[in-house]
């Protein structure tokens, strides 16, 4: 449960989101990163260690480059956390609908 705290948390910031939908095009260098930000290299990287901690992201060594590239495996977790309670959830609708549809047909004879 830990590394979904950490997914969900690190999806908690805007700008966090941002950079793993950039980095969903392909991999990138923190500059490449930095550049649609107005904040500095070093803030960009503050993220991308929270980011990195969570798993969501990875460094790669190329040359004098360290583009970062995006990992799918906790974004794939959280959407299965989600969706079983939207399973769940789904199911509840339904029930409150045949409900629903069933006081409906009773007020009817009624009238």
Do not use: C
């Not at 989101?17 to 503050?46: C, N, W, Y």
């Not at 939207?86 to 199911?91: A, F, I, L, V, Y």
């Amino acid at each position: 449960m830990l590394a979904l705290d950490s997914t969900f948390a690190a999806l908690a910031d805007s700008t966090r989101r941002a950079i793993l939908m950039r980095l969903a095009e392909g991999d990138a260098t923190v500059m490449e990163l930095a550049k649609p930000f107005h904040m500095s290299q070093p803030a960009i990287s503050r993220h991308l260690k929270v980011l990195e901690k969570a798993g969501l992201v990875s460094t790669t060594i190329r040359a004098q480059e360290r583009p970062r590239r995006l990992e799918t495996v906790p974004l794939k977790n959280a959407t299965d956390w989600i969706e079983k309670y939207r399973q769940m959830w789904e199911k509840r609708y339904q029930a409150l609908d045949g409900l629903l549809e069933e006081l409906k047909t009773i007020q009817t004879k009624g009238d």
